[in-house]
């Protein structure tokens, strides 16, 4: 049972538009979520995070929403830029040391 | 020091061999992780230590064995592995209710 999805394997923006990755998850004991970027063979990096007593944190270009009612989240990254094309999974946890993490989305920002 | 290290890059290996994977931080993170992750899929957790003891194995097959001899150190011990466990192993590390940060990762070919 995937706890944490991301319905779009793939999504496509163009270069100075707004990128808008959704991820949607089931459990509600989650009270922490994360997105990473990953390139290929190497490890996932952290970009931003949000706790569940927020809807929104914003970290330069990189801007976080949650919708709890939903169980919902979404990574905005505004202006998108080339060098941010790579796969990115968005994570859950619940008090517990235990990241899950959703099946990824692969962004690629074009000229 | 910000970073997660991992040792070796690559490793090939056959089904009779064994070997071990390493993994340092020296950010006096209390937790460290070990993931495993398919091509086109989201990092797997294997096994988490905290404060140097092991708190979760996620039902993970014998033939793997983690050993953490110190705060700093996470090893992963592998013997007769099979083609199947040839993957990208992640090791991570956090405070407490904070992101992971990600080594480079150790690709395992298995033959």
């Known amino acids: 049972d995937q706890q944490v999805k991301q319905n779009s394997p793939s999504l496509s923006v163009q270069e100075g538009r707004i990128s808008i990755l959704n991820c949607d998850y089931t459990n509600s004991m989650f009270d922490y979520f994360l997105w990473y970027k990953k390139y290929p063979a190497e490890g996932p990096t952290f970009l931003i995070s949000i706790s569940s007593i927020k809807d929104k944190n914003e970290d330069g270009r990189f801007t976080v929403f949650l919708n709890k009612s939903a169980k919902h989240l979404s990574l905005h990254i505004v202006p998108s830029q080339p060098g941010d094309s790579a796969v990115y999974f968005c994570?859950?946890?619940?008090?517990?040391?235990?990241?899950?993490f959703g099946t990824g989305t692969r962004l690629q920002v074009f000229p | 020091d910000t970073e997660v290290t991992q040792t070796p890059k690559h490793l090939v290996m056959g089904m009779t061999n064994k070997k071990s994977l390493k993994c340092e931080q020296h950010m006096g993170h209390r937790a460290m992780y070990w993931y495993k992750q398919k091509a086109k899929k989201p990092p797997e957790l294997m096994f988490v230590?905290?404060?140097?003891?092991?708190?979760i194995n996620e039902s993970v097959p014998s033939r793997f064995s983690p050993e953490c001899p110190n705060s700093s150190l996470l090893n992963l011990h592998l013997h007769a592995l099979q083609p199947e466990d040839s993957a990208l192993y992640l090791c991570?590390?956090?405070?407490?209710?904070?992101?992971?940060?990600f080594g480079p990762g150790t690709r395992l070919t298995v033959l």
């Open positions: 230590y905290s404060y140097e003891k092991l708190s």
């Open positions: 991570a590390s956090s405070s407490r209710r904070s992101e992971q940060f």
């Open positions: 994570a859950a946890e619940g008090n517990t040391d235990k990241l899950i």
